[in-house]
C-alpha cells in the first residue's frame, strides 16, 4: 500500500486556475470512486473540500472541483486567491476499509 | 454540531507504547453512518492513514503498521483509542482522530480533531 503520488508543488498567480493531479494504481484510485481531497493550513488540521471524486461538502466554494480518469484523480482550483495557499492531500478507499493518502502538494499563490 | 479531541501523553519513551484517546461529542459514536479513524502526521511531512474502526468493534489497520496498532471503542464514553507499541522516533509525529463516512460522503474522513503532538524520545 504505498502512498499516492502527487506534485511537490503547484503554483499559480490570483485569479488563475491550477490541477493537482494524484496518481495511485488499479487497486485504489483505479477500481473506486472514493477519492478525497483534503486542504491544510500550517498548525491546522485538515479539512474535507472534495469527496467521492467530485462532490463538494457544504460550505466548500465552488472554486473547488475533482475528478478522475483512470488510476488518477484531480483537483481543480479555480479563481485563485490567497487563501487557497495550503497544503493539499488527496485520499482514496483501497478495498478491505483500507485508505491510502497522497503525498502532499503545496500550493503557493503567486 | 459533532467535535473530536484527542488527548494522551505528549511525550512517550522508546520501546513504550503510545496511548491516545478521541473523545466525541455533539454526538454518537454509535451511529451505523459512520467509522472513525486515526491519522498522523511526522513533523514537516505528509498524512498517514492508521487504522479506522466501527462502533462494532470491526477494525481495519494500516498493513505497514498493523503488527504494532490496536484500535478499540468505547461506546458508553463515545470514545475511541490507539496504542501503538515499540514506538521509535519514526513515530514522532501530529495524532489526528478523524469520522470517516460510511453511507453518506463514503470513505471522506469530514471532521477532524485538532491534532495532539506526540513525540518520541527518552
Known amino acids: 500500500q504505498s502512498a499516492l503520488t502527487q506534485p511537490a508543488s503547484v503554483s499559480g498567480s490570483p485569479g488563475q486556475s491550477i490541477t493537482i493531479s494524484c496518481t495511485g494504481t488499479?487497486?485504489?484510485?483505479?477500481?473506486?470512486?472514493?477519492v478525497s481531497w483534503y486542504q491544510q493550513h500550517p498548525g491546522k488540521a485538515p479539512k474535507l473540500m472534495i469527496y467521492?471524486?467530485?462532490k463538494r461538502p457544504s460550505g466548500v466554494s465552488n472554486r473547488f472541483s475533482g475528478s478522475k480518469s483512470g488510476n488518477t484523480a484531480s483537483l481543480t482550483i479555480s479563481g485563485l486567491q490567497a487563501e487557497d495557499e495550503a497544503d493539499y492531500y488527496c485520499?482514496?478507499?483501497?478495498?478491505?476499509?483500507?485508505?491510502?493518502f497522497g503525498t502532499g502538494t503545496k500550493v503557493t499563490v503567486l | 454540531q459533532l467535535q473530536l479531541q484527542e488527548s494522551g501523553p505528549g511525550l512517550v519513551k522508546p520501546s513504550e507504547t503510545l496511548s491516545l484517546t478521541c473523545t466525541v461529542s455533539?454526538?454518537?459514536?454509535?451511529?451505523?453512518?459512520?467509522?472513525w479513524g486515526w491519522i498522523r502526521q511526522p513533523p514537516g511531512k505528509g498524512l498517514e492513514w492508521i487504522g479506522s474502526?466501527?462502533?462494532?468493534?470491526?477494525?481495519y489497520y494500516n498493513p505497514s503498521l498493523k503488527s504494532r496498532v490496536t484500535i478499540s471503542v468505547d461506546t458508553s464514553k463515545n470514545q475511541f483509542s490507539l496504542k501503538l507499541s515499540s514506538v521509535t522516533a519514526a513515530d514522532t509525529a501530529v495524532y489526528y482522530c478523524a469520522r470517516i463516512g460510511y453511507s453518506y460522503a463514503d470513505g471522506a474522513f469530514d471532521i477532524w480533531g485538532q491534532g495532539t503532538m506526540v513525540t518520541v524520545s527518552s
Open positions: 455533539g454526538g454518537s459514536i454509535s451511529s451505523s453512518s459512520y467509522y
Open positions: 474502526i466501527y462502533y462494532s468493534g470491526s477494525t
Open positions: 467521492e471524486v467530485s
Open positions: 488499479s487497486s485504489d484510485v483505479g477500481s473506486y470512486n472514493l
Open positions: 485520499c482514496s478507499y483501497a478495498g478491505s476499509s483500507l485508505y491510502v
